[in-house]
């Protein structure tokens, strides 16, 4: 084995990555088939396909820095393998015909699922990681994540024309696949915890926290207002732009994902919030289609290196034995971000226009660019190029 073998540990990297990506598809594939199943088996309206879709969302934000913090006493293997467990336990409970009611207690389990899996992993991939490509690895943990959802959804439209049963048996048998990569990999020495914060108040996690909750503005009103904004100045195919901004995305990870660790995080947060602000402003006046997809590339590329620079931030800051908590709630603010622009950008599309969602949205990623730069960072030798 080569030393660079030995200081990158790549089958164990591929484990948890494995273990991440399976997750992520038992959890994806029941996306696109929900709104009808809730429509057509319970007779319900869009309230109840809303909650049904995003109830996840709900659990996931209040029990991620718990299961970071079980992550840092027990060991992140542990709980990212019940992670896997309750999605496909979850998965297993579609088949119970109780009722809506019941079906959005699965979901609720499935965020717990969720939480469990995705913190204890990467709480692992920080573990596993050499210490000057610990930002580099972060974002290709995301890439997993993203990749999984990507497919899970896909192939759950294409398994509807199979029969409901067949998208929740992928639903269960996914994450199991899962659990096996994941139980392939070797367990690391436990750390004893340290005091400190709880929950979302965890100091090192709580500004950059904040940074990525500002930044996922610009992902909800561009998810969920690209396509008819361009559409309200004659321009089709507007999925083509979120389809260039989710390869961007992936893209930016493989190709200069080394950047946080090689320039520092603050420098390059900072830079991050404003290209996404430079993205969303030119495509909130963009005149046709091929300027709306630049204005897709230079959001996607700043958006990319956004979460694993103030990640890499939080893991500068916080003592090792208490690295799963303060992910825990650094990723928490994600969901938080989700749940307060949800609604905000529709509300500002309904009162100010479509313009005005991704002119709000690039306000708060310079925002998550200011706000990057007053984060302290210890000083360290590895970290003195962020000073």
Same mark, same amino acid.
């Given at each position: 084995m080569t030393d660079d073998a030995k200081a990158f540990p790549r089958l164990a990297l591929a484990g948890v990555f494995g273990g991440l990506f399976c997750g992520y598809l038992g959890l994806s594939a029941a996306i696109p088939v929900l709104p009808g199943y809730v429509r057509d088996e319970f007779g319900a309206g869009d309230l109840a396909v809303g909650l049904a879709v995003t109830a996840t969302a709900l659990t996931a934000l209040l029990t991620r820095p718990v299961f970071g913090g079980l992550a840092d006493r027990y060991g992140p293997r542990t709980v990212m393998r019940f992670g896997a467990l309750a999605i496909a336990a979850g998965g297993l409970l579609y088949f119970l015909p109780a009722g809506l009611v019941w079906l959005i207690v699965v979901r609720l389990l499935l965020g717990v699922g969720e939480?469990?899996?995705?913190?204890?992993?990467?709480?692992?991939?920080?573990?596993?990681?050499?210490?000057?490509?610990?930002?580099?690895?972060?974002?290709?943990? $995301?890439?997993?994540?993203?990749?999984?959802?990507?497919?899970?959804?896909?192939?759950?439209?294409?398994?509807?024309?199979?029969?409901?049963?067949?998208?929740?048996?992928?639903?269960?048998?996914?994450?199991?696949?899962?659990?096996?990569?994941?139980?392939?990999?070797?367990?690391?020495?436990?750390?004893?915890?340290?005091? $400190?914060?709880? $929950?979302?108040?965890?100091?090192?996690?709580?500004?950059?926290?904040?940074?990525?909750?500002?930044?996922?503005a610009g992902y909800v009103g561009l998810a969920a207002f690209v396509i008819s904004a361009l559409q309200d100045r004659g321009i089709d195919s507007g999925v083509i732009v979120l389809s260039t901004f989710s390869a961007v995305y992936a893209g930016t990870r493989f190709v200069i994902g080394h950047l946080p660790d090689k320039l520092g995080p603050r420098r390059v947060a900072s830079w991050c919030g404003a290209g996404e602000a430079a993205g969303l402003l030119i495509i909130a006046w963009a005149p046709n289609l091929p300027v709306a997809v630049a204005g897709a590339v230079v959001m996607g590329v700043g958006f990319s290196l956004l979460h694993p620079s103030l990640a890499l931030m939080v893991m500068n800051n916080t003592d090792s034995a208490q690295q799963g908590?303060?992910?825990?709630?650094?990723?928490?603010?994600?969901?938080? $971000?989700?749940?307060?622009?949800?609604?905000?950008?529709?509300?500002?599309?309904?009162?100010?226009?479509?313009?005005?969602?991704?002119?709000?949205?690039?306000?708060?990623?310079?925002?998550?660019?200011?706000?990057?730069?007053?984060?302290?960072?210890?000083?360290?030798?590895?970290?003195?190029?962020?000073?």
């Open positions: 939480a469990a899996l995705f913190v204890a992993g990467a709480v692992w991939t920080v573990t596993l990681a050499p210490h000057d490509r610990r930002g580099q690895v972060i974002g290709l943990y $995301g890439v997993a994540m993203w990749g999984g959802i990507s497919l899970g959804t896909a192939l759950g439209a294409a398994l509807r024309h199979f029969g409901i049963d067949a998208v929740w048996a992928f639903c269960a048998a996914a994450p199991l696949v899962g659990l096996a990569l994941i139980s392939t990999v070797a367990p690391q020495p436990r750390v004893e915890p340290t005091g $400190g914060g709880r $929950g979302l108040l965890l100091k090192p996690a709580v500004l950059p926290g904040l940074g990525l909750a500002l930044g996922a908590a303060a992910l825990g709630a650094y990723t928490s603010f994600w969901d938080l $971000g989700l749940f307060v622009w949800g609604p905000a950008t529709g509300a500002i599309a309904a009162g100010f226009g479509y313009p005005a969602v991704f002119v709000v949205a690039a306000v708060c990623a310079c925002a998550a660019s200011a706000l990057a730069m007053t984060i302290r960072q210890a000083v360290t030798s590895e970290k003195a190029i962020d000073r």
